[in-house]
């Protein structure tokens, strides 16, 4: 007889899960203390305090699909025992311990063989009916112990003894205990502990803060947004309860996207972690945190992310290191990367917010050309007037999106995981006006998030109020696609440009050191002040799309992260039906836990 | 797959007067034949609106029309659904929509909605290679052929465990120059031979080539025998059909070849397309007369895709019933057995 967890979390409880767990190597597990609902999109912020409305550990039942990923899979292999007993009515499993609630299965539940032990994160029916089942506590009493119920002892008696368990928060400094309890003719027959540590799952994680890094154009800290609430600065991480000699030798880092604030990248860290971890993922995780929560000026997070990166160099990580970022996030890895600060072994790009010719310059799309300008000459675009500038003699030569990244690829081994599903970044052909692009602005009161809107902030660049509401919601509006009122062609067009000139007017000098210099200032970083606000991307984002070449591989998500292509009607409606922006991590683990596989098998991130 | 038809003058004045109209007309693809009932959804795009979406469902008429009028400020996008029939512009393809100067003045639309016929069990995979469930296979010999078996879903021998070669490809390639950037190029190679220290690979000029190179590339299909050949796909591919492709191969007009040159750096660069797709007809036996006996056929979504390194990529569904042109997949029926390689998600029919 054994209590057997799945101990290296391949799905299957089997003999590679035999023997591991001892008193002095205990079975690790989280507090089930964040608060998920239905099968997408929660803010997976652990640490919820103590109202069961709030605290999926005290809430009594499975807190809908999402809340899945917060159980582990126990076996109780009691059939060799059980078959020495002609009438298991005689029999009764009981538990007692601490910080424990169990799945209870409902009447007649067929259970599970400990071989489908990850079924109910890897199969959606079976996710779908224990998304709301119930749960009941684990006693406290050691003479008091929680009868498993006459269903149970059958289903053990089969060989499919398998409990889903959870762990509700304790106060710090206890530790989560676990007893069975086995009664024959309600006489306690003998008792077996299962050793068990529990504790926050910010304790299981490294985090790295690199929000100081994020400076105003007047070289301020760029300070926090309050929008989406604040990092109440108590917060903690260690990996007290997932020390590194549990860990490979690899190391897992995360960046988390645009308008995400302090207290929301917990949320992120949390649950990417937690998905990686209950997969089989073995490398050490570190979560990064950044500021990029700037309202609806996504300029100026784009301007922030690029600061970000250039300062990576900070995070102190060896050895094989699979770094992953989604959305913005890949602002700051593909600057991190192309710069030198940071060089991981592989990098996965998850709907990534930079523009496909960042990486290979010949993606450019008529489409992303705006309305106003289509007649006009491509040379005279604020896009291309890099190249008038020999780029070995004037940094003016690099005040492009065209290759910005072209050495992430050549540096590391770089997978795109896309989705042409995806409505942040949708192409949205055929529709380039700036004026027309700006109403995706209107949605929503606290970031840009609507469909398009990728596009729309790119097509707004430059402009002004009159000719884009949306402009005014950018803090640095320039050049980009506005005209120049007073453009001259006779001076040609470093010193008048077609486009509203910047607003370091030291650029359109036609002395070289004087515009050179001028581009080439760090503090701030001129270039990324360009980049981020008046110099359009030229091609879609990486997020909807393919990057062509050898170096970068690239994984459909909406063909390779669905099984059979089944996803949630959940927030997921009409147009909004595909594999969008953050599904990545809002839709619920039975959903999308393929594309955590490829990610953990694409670094062989399971290796022991 | 847009084809316009009459719409009434008086349809389209209003349409202008008070939002923007689209008229659908849905059509047997098969039978050509008029569809009543259909369930057509139009999504007028309106980010100015609270709710932004306006989702309007109607059923078509005895005519197979339906009329919508809404205000699209950014577009509109359709999809039909019918009991019977694969679903047009619904999860699983790709999506039909109108940009907002298209919808301007209303639009019309013939859609051929593709029947469920008789969906059969058929091979059916993506080629593989060392990543989990996606990525590609290696082109195992440069500039010579090499058979594949579309049953066995490997190269045949010496390259694989292939026994019969539906169909014959020769990669090669021929180094151009290196890729003009911004970075010199003892930054990248540095940077390049890092990557491969970093994966305990072996880093030598020729991977640099390869990395940093332009190149030209060429990939020829053939086939072994007389009377087979492929077909390329194009009028007829519709990306906005879970079927997407017709449900029988043709029994004529197979090409004995065909020859994909490419180029990795320029305006066309990597100029290949998922909207297209290929039947190919194989494994043919001629009888006394030179007349066909017996053949094999298969079908491929998208283009052969192919890069420098020689990695290739293909998507194919193939019928080992001879004779048998029906290639209308049954998704729950893959012939392969579970688990093999390139066989997961496979939900297209």
């Keep these: 007889m054994d209590l057997v967890p799945d101990w290296n979390r391949d799905g299957k409880i089997d003999n590679l899960d035999r023997g591991k767990v001892t008193e002095s190597n205990p079975f690790r597990f989280w507090f089930n203390d964040d608060d998920d609902t239905g099968e997408v999109h929660n803010d997976d912020i652990p640490k919820r305090g103590n109202d069961a409305d709030a605290n999926d550990g005290?809430?009594?039942?499975v807190d809908g699909m999402r809340d899945l990923v917060d159980f582990f899979p126990l076996?109780?292999?009691?059939?060799?025992?059980?078959?020495?007993?002609?009438?298991?009515?005689?029999?009764?499993?009981?538990?007692?311990?601490?910080?424990?609630?169990?799945?209870?299965?409902e009447d007649g539940y067929a259970g599970f063989a400990p071989a489908d032990a990850g079924k109910y994160l890897r199969d959606i029916t079976t996710a779908r009916e224990l998304a709301d089942d119930y749960t009941q506590v684990v006693s406290t009493d050691e003479n008091n112990p929680r009868d498993l119920g006459a269903e149970f002892v059958s289903l053990a008696s089969q060989g499919k003894g398998v409990l889903l368990m959870e762990a509700y928060s304790l106060p710090d400094g206890t530790d989560a205990e676990l007893k069975l309890h086995v009664f024959v003719d309600d006489n306690e027959l003998f008792t077996y502990d299962f050793h068990l540590k529990t504790g926050n799952v910010e304790d299981m994680f490294l985090h790295h803060d690199l929000s100081q890094h994020a400076r105003k154009y007047d070289g301020t800290l760029a300070g926090t947004s309050t929008v989406n609430g604040d990092y109440d600065g108590t917060q903690s991480w260690s990996t007290a309860n997932w020390p590194d000699t549990l860990t490979n030798d690899k190391t897992f880092v995360f960046v988390h996207g645009y308008a995400v604030s302090e207290n929301g990248s917990r949320g992120w860290q949390a649950?990417?972690?937690?998905?990686?971890?209950?997969?089989?993922?073995?490398?050490?995780?570190?979560?990064?945190?950044?500021?990029?929560?700037?309202?609806?000026?996504?300029?100026?997070?784009?301007?922030?992310?690029?600061?970000?990166?250039?300062?990576?160099?900070?995070?102190?990580?060896?050895?094989?290191?699979?770094?992953?970022?989604?959305?913005?996030?890949?602002?700051?890895?593909?600057?991190?990367?192309q710069s030198g600060a940071f060089v991981p072994s592989r990098y996965y790009m998850i709907n990534a917010a930079v523009p496909i010719q960042a990486y290979q310059a010949s993606n450019e799309t008529t489409d992303m050309i705006e309305e106003d300008w289509t007649s006009i000459n491509s040379s005279f675009y604020a896009s291309n007037w890099y190249e008038e500038f020999d780029d070995t003699v004037d940094v003016r030569g690099g005040l492009t999106w065209k290759g910005a990244f072209e050495l992430v690829g050549d540096r590391?081994?770089?997978?795109?995981?896309?989705?042409?599903?995806?409505?942040?970044?949708?192409?949205?052909?055929?529709?380039?006006?700036?004026?027309?692009?700006?109403?995706?602005?209107?949605?929503?009161?606290?970031?840009?998030?609507?469909?398009?809107?990728?596009?729309?902030?790119?097509?707004?660049?430059?402009?002004?109020?009159?000719?884009?509401?949306?402009?005014?919601?950018?803090?640095?509006?320039?050049?980009?696609?506005?005209?120049?009122?007073?453009?001259?062609?006779?001076?040609?067009?470093?010193?008048?440009?077609?486009?509203?000139?910047?607003?370091?007017?030291?650029?359109h000098s036609a002395d070289t050191n004087t515009g050179s210099n001028k581009a080439a200032e760090t503090s701030p970083n001129v270039r990324f002040d360009l980049l981020a606000r008046g110099v359009p991307a030229l091609s879609y984002a990486a997020a909807v799309d393919a990057v062509p070449g050898t170096s970068i591989q690239n994984v459909d998500m909406q063909i390779d992260g669905r099984v059979n292509g089944i996803w949630p009607t959940e927030e997921h409606s009409g147009d909004l039906s595909g594999w969008l922006h953050s599904d990545f991590r809002n839709v619920a683990l039975p959903y999308n836990f393929k594309i955590y596989l490829e990610m953990i098998n694409r670094g062989d991130l399971h290796e022991n | 797959?847009?084809?316009?038809?009459?719409?009434?003058?008086?349809?389209?004045?209003?349409?202008?007067?008070?939002?923007?109209?689209?008229?659908?007309?849905?059509?047997?693809?098969?039978?050509?034949?008029?569809?009543?009932?259909?369930?057509?959804?139009?999504?007028?795009?309106?980010?100015?609106?609270?709710?932004?979406?306006?989702?309007?469902?109607?059923?078509?008429?005895?005519?197979?029309?339906?009329?919508?009028?809404?205000?699209?400020?950014?577009?509109?996008?359709?999809?039909?659904?019918r009991n019977g029939y694969y679903g047009f512009g619904v999860t699983n393809a790709e999506h039909f929509r109108y940009s907002s100067k298209e919808l301007?003045?209303?639009?019309?639309?013939?859609?051929?909605?593709?029947?469920?016929?008789?969906?059969?069990?058929?091979?059916?995979?993506?080629?593989?290679?060392?990543?989990?469930?996606?990525?590609?296979?290696?082109?195992?010999?440069?500039?010579?052929?090499?058979?594949?078996?579309?049953?066995?879903?490997?190269?045949?021998?010496?390259?694989?465990?292939?026994?019969?070669?539906?169909?014959?490809?020769?990669?090669?390639?021929?180094?151009?120059?290196?890729?003009?950037?911004?970075?010199?190029?003892?930054?990248?190679?540095?940077?390049?031979?890092?990557?491969?220290?970093?994966?305990?690979?072996?880093?030598?000029?020729?991977?640099?080539?390869?990395?940093?190179?332009?190149?030209?590339?060429?990939?020829?299909?053939?086939?072994?025998?007389?009377?087979?050949?492929?077909?390329?796909?194009?009028?007829?591919?519709?990306?906005?059909?879970?079927?997407?492709?017709?449900?029988?191969?043709?029994?004529?007009?197979?090409?004995?070849?065909?020859?994909?040159?490419?180029?990795?750096?320029?305006?066309?660069?990597?100029?290949q397309t998922d909207d297209v797709g290929f039947f190919l007809r194989t494994r043919?036996?001629?009888?006394?007369?030179?007349?066909?006996?017996?053949?094999?056929?298969?079908?491929?979504?998208?283009?052969?895709?192919?890069?420098?390194?020689?990695?290739?990529?293909?998507?194919?569904?193939f019928n080992p019933e001879v004779n048998d042109r029906n290639l209308e997949f049954d998704p729950d029926q893959n012939l392969f057995p579970e688990d093999t390689l390139g066989t997961s998600s496979f939900y297209l029919p």
Excluded at chain 1, 275 to 282: C, I, K, T, W
Excluded at chain 1, 424 to 435: E, R, T
Excluded at chain 2, 31 to 59: C, H, M
């Design chain 1, 271 to 337: 649950e990417v972690f937690k998905r990686m971890h209950q997969l089989g993922s073995n490398a050490r995780f570190l979560g990064v945190t950044w500021n990029g929560d700037t309202g609806k000026d996504y300029h100026k997070a784009v301007f922030q992310a690029l600061q970000t990166g250039e300062a990576f160099g900070e995070i102190s990580v060896s050895g094989d290191v699979t770094a992953a970022g989604h959305s913005a996030g890949n602002l700051v890895l593909g600057q991190a990367i």
């Design chain 1, 75 to 105: 076996f109780f292999d009691l059939e060799e025992f059980l078959d020495n007993f002609d009438d298991l009515t005689k029999v009764k499993l009981k538990l007692s311990g601490t910080g424990m609630r169990f799945l209870k299965y």
């Design chain 1, 58 to 61: 005290f809430s009594g039942r």
């Design chain 2, 284 to 317: 043919v036996v001629l009888d006394e007369d030179g007349e066909i006996e017996s053949a094999n056929y298969a079908k491929v979504y998208g283009d052969f895709k192919i890069e420098q390194d020689g990695d290739l990529s293909f998507w194919y569904y």
């Design chain 1, 412 to 507: 590391t081994q770089v997978t795109n995981f896309y989705s042409p599903g995806e409505e942040v970044l949708a192409k949205l052909p055929g529709d380039n006006s700036a004026s027309v692009l700006s109403i995706v602005f209107s949605v929503g009161t606290d970031a840009l998030k609507g469909r398009g809107a990728w596009k729309a902030q790119e097509m707004v660049k430059g402009k002004n109020g009159f000719e884009s509401l949306a402009s005014i919601l950018m803090e640095r509006s320039q050049a980009g696609w506005r005209l120049n009122g007073d453009y001259e062609i006779a001076d040609g067009i470093i010193e008048s440009p077609r486009f509203h000139p910047f607003l370091e007017s030291d650029l």
């Design chain 2, 1 to 81: 797959m847009r084809t316009s038809f009459y719409i009434p003058l008086c349809f389209l004045l209003a349409s202008s007067l008070f939002g923007q109209a689209i008229l659908v007309k849905v059509v047997d693809d098969v039978t050509g034949s008029l569809v009543e009932g259909a369930e057509v959804t139009a999504i007028y795009d309106n980010p100015a609106s609270p709710k932004r979406y306006d989702e309007q469902i109607k059923q078509t008429d005895e005519e197979g029309e339906v009329r919508f009028n809404g205000i699209g400020t950014l577009g509109a996008s359709l999809r039909v659904n």
């Design chain 2, 104 to 271: 301007k003045g209303g639009v019309e639309e013939i859609i051929n909605l593709r029947p469920v016929i008789e969906p059969i069990a058929l091979y059916a995979k993506r080629t593989e290679s060392k990543t989990y469930q996606s990525g590609r296979v290696p082109v195992p010999v440069v500039n010579d052929w090499c058979g594949y078996d579309l049953g066995m879903g490997d190269w045949v021998a010496p390259h694989g465990n292939g026994k019969v070669a539906d169909f014959l490809l020769r990669f090669d390639r021929e180094f151009v120059r290196f890729e003009k950037k911004r970075t010199p190029l003892d930054v990248r190679r540095k940077a390049i031979r890092g990557k491969y220290e970093r994966l305990g690979k072996e880093f030598t000029e020729e991977v640099f080539k390869l990395e940093a190179g332009d190149w030209d590339i060429r990939l020829e299909i053939a086939f072994p025998g007389e009377k087979e050949g492929l077909i390329r796909v194009e009028d007829k591919f519709n990306p906005h059909s879970v079927l997407r492709m017709p449900h029988l191969a043709p029994e004529k007009g197979y090409a004995p070849d065909y020859t994909y040159s490419l180029k990795t750096y320029g305006e066309s660069a990597w100029n």
